[in-house]
């Protein structure tokens, strides 16, 4: 049985793995959201224009398209596909 003060109990995975902290200049900040029930997904912020929230009844439905494609929405005058990524990535 191992006790309190065993190192094995006290190390980190990244210690095990002798790591050094990152720099600043290699730090990534990132936006995580939910994929599933217990998945999520990491996406890096400078890859991210604008998050938007967005109506079902501004949706333009398009028939004969997989499920996972929602239809088509107007961002800033420009038409987006809609896509569920539950539904991409068979959740």
Do not use: A, H
């Amino acid at each position: 049985m191992l006790n309190s003060l065993d190192p094995v109990v006290t190390q980190t995975n990244l210690d095990l793995l002798n790591l050094d902290p990152l720099t600043p200049e290699t730090r990534v900040r990132l936006l995580r959201f939910p994929l599933g029930k217990d998945d999520s997904v990491l996406l890096p912020l400078e890859q991210i224009t604008e998050i938007i929230r967005v109506n079902v009844p501004e949706v333009l439905l398009v028939p004969e398209m997989p499920s996972c494609i929602l239809g088509i929405g107007n961002w800033r005058s420009e038409m987006l596909w809609l896509v569920d990524l539950n539904q991409l990535v068979g959740y």
